[in-house]
């Protein structure tokens, strides 16, 4: 059982209720994997198997995390981690599952790695269509070369030219970025207009 020094370091630097949960947590890989190579991976101790992340485990300064790479796949439900690892905050040692769970979720990461199985892609909920405020839907009813410019852009363009607009903090300040905005859209610019390549 390879042991890397600088996770017995992280876990002597953790908090005193942590250390026993990382202790605890570090056997248990081991016992389910005894091939299992530890490491440290943005700062924490990180458990690699078959070539991949297996899990890895943390402590912070009132709780302690341990969390699956494949996280959906392994805890079988499906749903994606809160970002708490894959057993929520623990803060004792009776927080973490019963040592067969645990076991039986380390062998399922296991052959998870084993079978080249890919953590699935988390994808982000698409942002909703900009809804453009009263004032740029009048001031580009007046200017048709405007109107067709910006019911041209993706939601992305309409976004920077609405953000823009709406952020100002006062009326005439508004008023002046309103005003540009028709004129640069008229002339079928972009919001970023000066910062793209020609």
């Known amino acids: 059982m390879a042991r890397d020094p600088r996770i017995d370091a992280y876990i002597e630097r953790a908090a005193p209720f942590a250390q026993p949960i990382l202790t605890r947590v570090r056997e248990l890989v081991h016992e389910a994997c005894p091939q299992v190579e530890e490491t440290i ?15 890895g485990m943390a402590a912070f ?14 805890v079988g439900d499906g749903s994606p981690r809160d970002g708490m690892g894959s057993y929520g905050k623990m803060v004792t040692i009776k927080d973490l599952p019963p040592k067969k769970t645990l076991l039986a979720h380390v062998k399922k990461a296991m052959k998870l790695n084993e079978d080249g199985v890919k953590a699935p892609v988390r994808k982000s909920a698409p942002k909703p269509p900009p809804q453009a405020p009263d004032d740029l839907v009048a ?3 007046k200017d048709k070369a405007a109107q067709a410019t910006f019911d041209g852009f993706p939601p992305g363009c309409k976004r920077e030219y609405i953000e823009w607009i709406v952020e100002a903090k006062r009326e005439d300040t508004r008023a ?9 859209m008229a002339e079928g610019k972009r919001r970023n207009w000066k910062y793209e390549n020609c």
């Open 176 to 184: 002046k970025r309103l005003a540009q905005a028709v004129e640069w």
């Open 61 to 74: 300064k009132q709780h302690a995390s341990f969390g699956f790479w494949k996280h959906a796949l392994v």
């Open 139 to 141: 001031a580009l009813k």
């Open 41 to 55: 991976k943005w700062g924490m101790p990180t458990f690699v198997h078959a070539g991949g992340i297996l899990c």
